[in-house]
């Protein structure tokens, strides 16, 4: 069955970095599967971050992150990143990567598996 399980999060100081990586199982990236980054702080709705299509295309679905974040995948294993620089407090969150077939949406509900999420913690 489909499976994705985030990893990477953890407290990170104001203008740091860090890597989130999403390992997929159940299906290949290179199938017809959108692979989207959500992320939900407390109080608040789930929202996009970023998406990257079966093409490998990244769109980005909130304008917060450009210039800050970028995502990739590496086939070979089948795994999705997330790459998150210059991270302000307001980044502050549980971070979600999630799979869709088609094309990349902002939409959550279109999106069918979702990992169980990864925080992302603001030490200052």
């Known amino acids: 069955q489909v499976q994705l399980v985030e990893s990477g999060g953890g407290l990170v100081q104001p203008g740091g970095s860090l890597r989130l990586s999403c390992a997929a199982s159940?299906?290949?990236?290179?199938?017809?599967?959108?692979i989207g980054w959500f992320r939900q702080a407390p109080g608040r709705e789930r929202e996009g971050v970023l998406c990257?299509?079966?093409?490998?295309?990244?769109?980005f679905l909130t304008d917060s992150v450009k210039g800050r974040f970028t995502t990739s995948r590496d086939n070979s294993k089948n795994t999705l990143y997330l790459e998150m620089n210059n991270l302000k407090p307001e980044d502050t969150a549980v971070y979600y990567c999630?799979?869709?077939?088609?094309?990349?949406?902002?939409?959550?509900?279109?999106?069918?598996?979702w990992g169980q999420g990864t925080q992302v913690t603001d030490s200052s």
């Open positions: 999630a799979a869709k077939r088609g094309r990349c949406s902002r939409v959550v509900t279109f999106y069918s598996y």
């Open positions: 990257i299509s079966s093409s490998g295309g990244g769109t």
């Open positions: 159940g299906f290949n990236l290179e199938d017809d599967y959108s």
